[in-house]
């Protein structure tokens, strides 16, 4: 059985108003707003009533006439004119059976399944993860891992920025520290490693903002490594291969896989038949020695009134063409990225591509996807989207930063989750278990970030997020590892689930809106939901746990029924979490 509850109330609902005659757009369906009274409440019998000219309570009882054969629910009309409706026991039983058996119950699996690449990390070679990189991963893992929920066909791409002028700015700051030498012929090499790239990258990041030569010389070798030329695709490959493997590292410890460790380099293959379908369709032009695309719409780049000559054009909306080469015929990150999409469709004909990046880069995937479309190269139907995120900021407001007030690398926010968890687990007397400490920290990462709605900012609250109460991955954890062992006491002795308390009630009920939170969730593209209704549950299972004995009571019966219906949350909980990305530990 599904826990399609709503479907069911739609479908009874819209039988009854065909019946009586009623427009049927004026069904609604909402959770009830006193939870001791009823599930669900429609209030459909104020419109109708203004909209025939009849008394509304009239409406209602009719309504609830044509509804008291339902199987599953009872409904009642309420004053002034609320059709409330709830639950049958033996219905919440059924549930709750489903869901032991099997807790994809709680999933609606779409009739449509399609393939769908999803890219995110998105980590840049040669520079080490910061605090900008930390969002993409965590959503981007739990997006995919919904998606296969859904049975959808689903590859994840870390598209790592390897393409770009970082690499030619860092091989040539290297170059002229001395580290290269073997690569030219000219004496022998100096051992680089990830320190080295840490230091000589911002370096020369420094450097081209002031020195134009040097600038110059980094554009120059950024092209030779795109035209594959010797020794720099050697020392580029080599780079490459060092960053990467820290890269990997940090993304396990986030519990975030890859199915494709691809980089922008991948697309190298595609990047002239790519310029080369916007040349023949004529869409491209020169600006200023570069190949550019037009991309704007009506209504975009209407130039603003100049006050003098001097002063630079402006524009109201203003949409920039997108630039796919460069003066000295370099590939930029656009180019990249639309070859991309040409490697992908031709690799896996995606139905849908998610782009799982900070909101700042919207423009950019506008003009993206814009000319990718204009090309033909992403065919009409494909739905190319970018979940743009927002900013994880500091308890002053603005993006999260050391104290000096330097970006935080991204190792250093996963020390702080695990010295954080270790203390916690410290004061509830687990010491010595560095993998409890990890999986605890990183629960409290993730849920402090996805129980927020994908677009918006958040504080980055350590203490918050960590705590073993109130919404936080942490107490999901903890009320499932204390299931976990009650269960072990109990002998998993577990029977046939009855309702009898409101407690048992209300977990049934937080579970069949569990199941509406995955179909919200998806549809968002946005686990907040997911995560209200994680805690929601785990509060109903607290509240059965401290009013209910379980391994006392005396009732065989019974007993089995509350170790069956712990089980079912602690299913439940677990298939949450895991959808989100975090571990449930057994015991914590
Ligand atoms: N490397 C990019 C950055 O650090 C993010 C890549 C996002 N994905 C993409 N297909 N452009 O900003």
């Not at 890859?258 to 697309?267: H, K």
């Not at 903890?478 to 002998?491: D, M, P, Q, V």
């Not at 069956?564 to 949450?576: F, I, Q």
Request: aromatic letters at 10%; glycine letters at 6%; one cysteine or more.
């Amino acid at each position: 059985m599904a826990l399609i509850v709503k479907d069911i109330l739609y479908k009874k609902l819209e039988k009854a108003f065909e019946k009586l005659g009623y427009d049927k757009e004026l069904i609604t369906i909402a959770y009830a707003n006193k939870p001791e009274v009823a599930d669900y409440q429609c209030n459909s019998a104020f419109a109708i009533a203004k909209k025939v000219g009849k008394n509304p309570v009239e409406i209602a009882t009719k309504i609830a006439e044509e509804l008291s054969t339902a199987e599953e629910f009872d409904a009642v009309v309420s004053m002034p004119a609320f059709i409330n409706i709830k639950l049958k026991d033996e219905f919440l039983m059924q549930v709750a059976e489903a869901v032991l058996e099997d807790e994809e119950s709680l999933i609606k699996k779409p009739e449509r399944k399609m393939t769908v690449v999803l890219d995110y990390g998105g980590a840049n070679v040669a520079k080490e993860l910061h605090i900008g990189h930390l969002r993409s991963p965590i959503i981007g893992e739990a997006l995919y891992r919904l998606y296969k929920l859904m049975g959808h066909n689903v590859i994840s791409d870390t598209h790592l920025g390897d393409w770009g002028l970082q690499m030619g700015l860092t091989i040539a700051q290297l170059e002229e520290d001395g580290y290269l030498e073997g690569y030219f012929g000219r004496g022998k090499n100096k051992e680089i490693t990830l320190d080295t790239l840490n230091e000589e990258y911002p370096k020369a990041s420094k450097r081209k903002a002031v020195e134009e030569a040097f600038k110059q010389k980094a554009e120059k070798y950024t092209v030779y490594i795109q035209k594959k030329q010797e020794p720099f695709w050697t020392i580029y490959t080599d780079i490459r291969n060092l960053s990467v493997e820290k890269i990997k590292d940090n993304y396990l410890t986030l519990g975030c896989h890859f199915d494709l460790w691809y980089g922008e380099s991948n697309a190298y293959p595609y990047i002239n038949k790519t310029v080369q379908i916007f040349k023949d369709k004529g869409l491209t032009r020169e600006y200023e020695g570069a190949l550019v695309v037009d991309v704007a719409l009506e209504g975009e780049n209407i130039p603003i009134e100049r006050k003098s000559e001097d002063e630079p054009q402006r524009y109201k909306n203003p949409m920039p063409p997108v630039k796919i080469k460069t003066h000295d015929d370099a590939d930029v990150y656009a180019t990249t990225d639309i070859a991309t999409i040409m490697m992908r469709n031709k690799d896996y004909n995606p139905d849908r591509i998610l782009y799982i990046v900070d909101f700042r880069q919207g423009q950019h995937f506008t003009r993206v996807f814009r000319a990718t479309k204009m090309a033909g190269i992403s065919p009409k139907e494909q739905e190319l989207i970018h979940i743009a995120y927002g900013t994880m900021n500091g308890a002053d407001g603005k993006p999260f930063k050391t104290r000096s007030g330097e970006t935080v690398k991204l190792q250093d926010i996963i020390d702080m989750l695990y010295e954080k968890s270790s203390q916690r687990l410290a004061e509830n007397g687990i010491t010595d278990n560095p993998e409890l400490a990890m999986q605890i920290g990183v629960a409290s990462m993730k849920f402090g970030d996805l129980s927020n709605v994908v677009s918006k900012d958040y504080v980055f609250d350590l203490d918050k997020f960590s705590s073993f109460e109130g919404r936080t991955g942490p107490y999901i954890q903890y009320t499932g590892a204390r299931i976990n062992s009650l269960l072990e006491k109990g002998e998993n002795n577990i029977g046939k689930i009855y309702v009898s308390s409101n407690e048992e009630r209300n977990i049934i009920v937080n579970l069949i809106k569990m199941y509406d939170s995955f179909v919200t969730s998806y549809n968002d593209n946005s686990l907040n939901s997911l995560c209200m209704s994680l805690y929601n549950l785990a509060s109903a299972y607290s509240l059965f746990y401290n009013n209910i004995k379980v391994l006392s009571e005396k009732d065989e019966t019974k007993k089995k029924s509350y170790l069956a219906l712990s089980k079912v949350v602690l299913k439940a909980l677990k298939l949450g979490l895991n959808t989100l990305g975090i571990d449930m530990p057994n015991k914590m």
